[in-house]
Nanobody, 115 residues
């Protein structure tokens, strides 16, 4: 059974930082290209960053220069370091496969950027 458990979100002031974690189980984590997605209120879920099995990374324009994705295959965990946070980054953040995401998404972790 696939499980994706996100954590690390919270309330942070503009310019602050957060590190999100996603613990995966139920599939061969190291064999998959993983992604971090987010969904803001009233908006569709969007891909923020992804990392291949070989650690090649991709970032949406909104994340470039501020976010860093990484993975630890031994821990079956993918991380998202978010710096210089902006109010527009406020959303629920999820992890999943980059391609053909699992239908069963995790609960996500709320990130709120506000003064």
């Amino acid at each position: 059974q696939v499980q994706l458990v996100e954590s690390g979100g919270g309330l942070v002031q503009p310019g602050g930082s957060l590190r999100l974690s996603c613990a995966a189980s139920g599939f061969t984590f190291s064999s998959y290209h993983m992604g971090w997605y987010r969904q803001a209120p009233g908006k569709e879920r969007e891909l923020v960053a992804s990392i291949s099995e070989g650690t090649t990374t991709y970032y949406a324009d909104s994340a470039k220069g501020r976010f860093t994705i990484s993975r630890d295959n031994a821990k079956k965990t993918v991380y998202l370091q978010m710096n210089s946070l902006k109010p527009d980054d406020t959303a629920v953040y999820y992890c999943n496969k980059r391609y053909s995401p699992y239908n069963s998404w995790g609960q996500g972790t709320q990130v709120t950027v506000s003064s």
